[in-house]
T-cell receptor, first 114, second 112 residues
Framework: DVKVTQSSRYLVKRTGEKVFLECVQD?????MFWYRQDPGLGLRLIYF???????EKGDIPEGYSVSREKKERFSLILESASTNQTSMYLC?????????????FGPGTRLTVL | SQQGEEDPQALSIQEGENATMNCSYK?????LQWYRQNSGRGLVHLIL???NEREKHSGRLRVTLDTSKKSSSLLITASRAADTASYFC????????????WGAGTKLIIKP
């Protein structure tokens, strides 16, 4: 079974802090994704990566950056956390390029910025 | 941008009844997927239906796709308490972009 793990289930940070969210998948997937999920808004894509060191902006990249130095690991960075970044963050991976493949999700990180 | 829109937003039924959720989308697609999310957890893939398919089954799940109406439905038969979750549809944008576009979800509650 594919396993996607996220570094924290719950995280509380202060405004202005730099925040790192890490995601690791163990099935050699090429594609990895970072979403945020807010009530009533569904999942919104922040960034995705289809290969090591490759990244592409999603719908809401402002205030975020990402890093993919190894195939199995995809990090989301909040350079200077703000209260409007309080949200559930979900990481996902999928096997091949293209959208015809299912995405496998981690358990999520609920981030609160005070 | 949000393409899929689920209907209803919330659904509460008795255990053993069937549950039907609908998803509408705006542009042409290559495929449509349904996912389940248990409370406070990550999403789990349920089923994928391609644009040239009209119906697909997986256990107690039945998905239909009507590309002329740009809509899909997910039917869960003989519901169980464990089916309590939020259900999301996700579509591609009909192009080679890797992105999936998600609806806001239907919250399903199964009453014992």
């Amino acid at each position: 079974d594919v396993k996607v793990t996220q570094s924290s289930r719950y995280l509380v940070k202060r405004t202005g802090e730099k925040v790192f969210l890490e995601c690791v998948q163990d099935m050699d997937h090429e594609n990895m994704f970072w979403y945020r999920q807010d009530p009533g808004l569904g999942l919104r894509l922040i960034y995705f990566s289809y290969d090591v060191k490759m990244k592409e902006k999603g719908d809401i990249p402002e205030g975020y950056s990402v890093s993919r130095e190894k195939k199995e690991r995809f990090s989301l960075i909040l350079e200077s956390a703000s209260t409007n970044q309080t949200s559930m963050y979900l990481c996902a991976s999928s096997l091949f390029r293209g959208t015809g493949r299912e995405q496998f999700f981690g358990p999520g990180t609920r981030l609160t910025v005070l | 941008s949000q393409q899929g829109e689920e209907d209803p937003q919330a659904l509460s039924i008795q255990e053993g009844e069937n549950a039907t959720m609908n998803c509408s989308y705006k542009t042409s697609i290559n495929n449509l997927q349904w996912y389940r999310q248990n409370s406070g957890r990550g999403l789990v893939h349920l089923i994928l239906i391609r644009s040239n398919e009209r119906e697909k089954h997986s256990g107690r799940l039945r998905v239909t796709l009507d590309t002329s109406k740009k809509s899909s439905s997910l039917l869960i038969t003989a519901s169980r308490a464990a089916d309590t979750a939020s259900y999301f549809c996700a579509t591609d944008a009909g192009n080679s972009n890797y992105q999936l576009i998600w609806g806001a979800g239907t919250k399903l509650i199964i009453k014992p």
